[in-house]
């Protein structure tokens, strides 16, 4: 056996080939009631794939997506898996910028979008010097005629080769706490390793109906369940949007066994005026990522007869870390769980970076073949999260003496609304834009439905007009709706420490004080004058 072949073994373009020969006719897909067999998807993935290098594709070549969940989204990832290509789905929530200046980090080659997205991806790639080749995804599109790829004229293609483990086969993007997001390059190693890690603790067998309503442009929405079920033989039921009515009615009729959400989505569900009597004899397990499940949301579930287990995981772990074995679902609410199998975890001091023993509370490391190989093109970033080969999450979690952990709360200004990562500079970036903006510092506060929302705390120039409608408003125009803060609090000033870094602790605590955006001083005024001369007080560490 030649060492070439030993460096596949772990493709995933391998798994629709070998569902395919098992059960040719076995349902892969229910694409919104439209059926999709193994052998069907195995057809289409390999003629893409040979489709995708006649047209001068190489591997490494990175495929971008504007899509709602769909079979032909899945046709394509597993195209790109046998081609060596890497699957880059952008967020279809996002702004014309921001899709744009996603397009750019991970200088996509080719762009493929579906009608409800096409307005969208055109926008955005009119925005772009270098834009990619542009097509639609599905059987009248791209897999009827593919596009020759849009290259950088000194870019230097590598030679068509065979896929290898180590070759990439994700990229998503992160917001993580800078203002530019990160491009998470996932291996087909990675994505192996993380789903037989799922396998051992939340198992798929071919017998299972998974729901998948996660958007396929997180990782989740290919490695939390859909992947696995694929990978075993089971069949997903993909939904493009969560409407919670249709949800309920979806796994009664589909006789859905297991699913995946985060905790707004089982919110949504529970709020049902049928979710009392709906149906959910079918579902065995639900499993609840994104952000920590409220205990007596995850009591309403169990009390309805439904195992819904918590987890915890990260883009850059591919995603799968922590979860609640299932037997011990209602013994342990609100707890992440343990490692997943071939998961390694420690807790590290945050100030020393010491590593801990026994109980502890501290930063999380994790170390394992989930772990992914680095930020897109940015060694700096990847050198800061990557350290001895452990990841440091930012996470800040207790650890108890039988080695469960909690997640406590997170060492980065990050936080999560509706199981969407927020940054809050990038948020800061736009409001800076606006020219009543001298000082701003977004912080999340708990909301019941979202987990988290953005709050903005504002200083105005002086003698500039403007209200809280407005700045919202300047927000919708250049960020995604989740993104928009939820409310704009207006202040005389931020707190700051010595160094000039804003004290955001104050801000989440209250200890600022608000004012109405009506009284702005005007600068002609001796009084805001001799104001606006005094030192500032400053918040030290």
């Given at each position: 056996?030649?060492?070439?072949?030993?460096?596949?073994w772990?493709?995933?373009?391998?798994?629709p080939?070998?569902?395919?020969?098992?059960?040719?006719?076995r349902i892969?897909?229910?694409d919104?009631?439209?059926?999709v067999?193994?052998?069907e998807?195995?057809?289409?993935?390999?003629?893409?794939?040979?489709?995708?290098?006649?047209a001068g594709?190489?591997?490494g070549?990175?495929?971008?997506?504007?899509?709602?969940?769909?079979?032909?989204?899945?046709v394509?990832?597993?195209?790109?898996?046998?081609?060596?290509?890497?699957?880059t789905?952008?967020?279809?929530?996002l702004?014309?910028?921001?899709?744009?200046?996603?397009?750019?980090?991970?200088d996509?080659?080719?762009?493929?979008?579906?009608?409800t997205?096409e307005a969208?991806?055109r926008?955005a790639?009119a925005?772009?010097?270098?834009?990619?080749?542009?097509?639609?995804?599905?059987?009248?599109?791209?897999?009827?005629?593919?596009?020759?790829p849009?290259?950088?004229?000194?870019?230097?293609?590598?030679?068509?080769?065979?896929?290898r483990?180590?070759?990439?086969?994700?990229?998503?993007f992160?917001?993580?706490?800078?203002?530019r997001p990160?491009?998470?390059?996932l291996?087909h190693?990675?994505c192996?390793?993380?789903?037989?890690s799922?396998?051992?603790?939340?198992?798929?067998?071919p017998d299972?109906?998974?729901?998948?309503?996660m958007?396929q442009?997180?990782?989740?929405?290919w490695?939390?369940?859909?992947?696995?079920?694929?990978?075993?033989?089971?069949?997903?039921v993909?939904?493009?949007?969560f409407e919670p009515?249709?949800?309920?009615?979806?796994?009664?009729?589909r006789?859905?066994?297991?699913?995946m959400?985060?905790?707004?989505h089982y919110?949504?569900?529970?709020?049902q005026?049928?979710f009392?009597d709906?149906d959910?004899?079918?579902?065995?397990l639900?499993?609840?990522?994104?952000?920590p499940m409220?205990?007596p949301?995850?009591r309403?579930?169990?009390?309805?007869?439904?195992?819904?287990?918590?987890g915890?995981?990260?883009?850059?772990?591919?995603?799968?870390?922590?979860c609640v074995?299932?037997?011990?679902?209602r013994?342990?609410?609100?707890?992440?769980?343990?490692a997943?199998?071939?998961?390694?975890?420690a807790?590290?001091?945050?100030?020393t970076?010491?590593?801990l023993?026994?109980?502890?509370?501290?930063?999380?490391?994790v170390?394992?073949?989930?772990?992914f190989?680095?930020y897109f093109r940015?060694?700096?970033?990847?050198?800061?999260?990557?350290?001895?080969?452990?990841?440091?999450?930012?996470?800040?979690?207790e650890?108890?003496d039988?080695?469960?952990?909690?997640?406590?709360?997170?060492?980065?200004?990050m936080?999560?609304s509706g199981?969407?990562n927020?940054?809050?500079?990038?948020?800061?970036?736009?409001?800076?834009?606006?020219p009543?903006?001298?000082?701003?510092?977004?912080?999340?506060?708990?909301?019941?439905?979202?987990g988290?929302?953005?709050?903005?705390?504002?200083?105005?120039r002086?003698?500039?007009?403007?209200?809280?409608?407005?700045?919202?408003?300047?927000?919708?125009?250049?960020?995604?709706?989740?993104k928009?803060?939820k409310?704009?609090?207006?202040?005389?000033?931020?707190?700051?420490?010595?160094?000039?870094k804003?004290?955001?602790?104050?801000?989440?605590t209250?200890?600022?004080t608000?004012?109405?955006?009506?009284?702005v001083?005007?600068p002609?005024?001796?009084?805001?004058?001799?104001?606006a001369?005094?030192?500032?007080?400053?918040a030290?560490r």
């Amino acid at each position: 056996m030649s060492a070439a072949s030993i460096d596949q073994w772990h493709t995933l373009g391998r798994w629709p080939a070998e569902r395919a020969r098992e059960a040719p006719d076995r349902i892969a897909i229910d694409d919104r009631g439209v059926p999709v067999s193994y052998g069907e998807l195995e057809r289409r993935a390999t003629a893409l794939a040979r489709g995708l290098r006649a047209a001068g594709y190489v591997p490494g070549d990175r495929i971008a997506t504007l899509t709602g969940n769909s079979a032909d989204h899945v046709v394509l990832f597993f195209a790109c898996a046998k081609a060596g290509l890497v699957l880059t789905p952008l967020s279809w929530r996002l702004a014309a910028r921001e899709v744009a200046d996603q397009l750019a980090i991970a200088d996509a080659v080719l762009l493929l979008s579906d009608q409800t997205f096409e307005a969208l991806a055109r926008s955005a790639v009119a925005r772009l010097r270098r834009p990619p080749a542009t097509g639609e995804l599905g059987t009248s599109g791209v897999e009827a005629s593919v596009p020759a790829p849009s290259r950088n004229p000194a870019e230097v293609p590598q030679a068509v080769r065979e896929v290898r483990d180590s070759d990439p086969l994700l990229l998503t993007f992160t917001s993580g706490t800078s203002a530019r997001p990160k491009g998470v390059v996932l291996t087909h190693a990675n994505c192996f390793w993380t789903n037989l890690s799922l396998s051992r603790t939340a198992p798929i067998t071919p017998d299972d109906v998974v729901l998948a309503v996660m958007p396929q442009f997180h990782v989740g929405g290919w490695n939390v369940q859909p992947l696995l079920a694929w990978w075993t033989g089971a069949t997903v039921v993909l939904e493009q949007t969560f409407e919670p009515a249709r949800v309920l009615h979806l796994i009664a009729e589909r006789r859905v066994s297991t699913m995946m959400g985060v905790p707004a989505h089982y919110l949504m569900l529970a709020e049902q005026a049928t979710f009392a009597d709906a149906d959910l004899a079918a579902l065995r397990l639900a499993i609840v990522g994104g952000a920590p499940m409220p205990e007596p949301l995850l009591r309403t579930w169990h009390a309805r007869g439904v195992k819904l287990v918590q987890g915890y995981g990260l883009s850059e772990a591919s995603p799968n870390v922590l979860c609640v074995p299932a037997a011990l679902a209602r013994d342990r609410l609100g707890w992440a769980g343990t490692a997943y199998p071939y998961v390694d975890v420690a807790v590290a001091d945050p100030v020393t970076g010491e590593v801990l023993d026994g109980p502890a509370t501290g930063e999380l490391l994790v170390h394992g073949p989930g772990v992914f190989a680095g930020y897109f093109r940015d060694r700096e970033a990847t050198d800061r999260a990557l350290q001895d080969g452990w990841l440091h999450t930012g996470d800040l979690v207790e650890r108890d003496d039988e080695g469960f952990f909690r997640i406590v709360d997170r060492l980065s200004d990050m936080y999560i609304s509706g199981g969407e990562n927020v940054a809050p500079a990038e948020v800061e970036a736009v409001l800076r834009g606006h020219p009543a903006v001298a000082d701003v510092a977004v912080v999340g506060e708990p909301d019941e439905r979202w987990g988290e929302v953005g709050i903005a705390h504002v200083v105005l120039r002086r003698g500039i007009a403007t209200d809280a409608q407005a700045l919202i408003g300047h927000c919708r125009d250049d960020l995604a709706a989740y993104k928009v803060p939820k409310r704009i609090a207006f202040v005389a000033e931020l707190p700051h420490t010595a160094s000039g870094k804003t004290v955001r602790r104050e801000l989440r605590t209250g200890a600022t004080t608000q004012v109405p955006a009506t009284t702005v001083p005007d600068p002609a005024d001796p009084a805001t004058a001799r104001r606006a001369a005094q030192p500032r007080k400053e918040a030290h560490r």
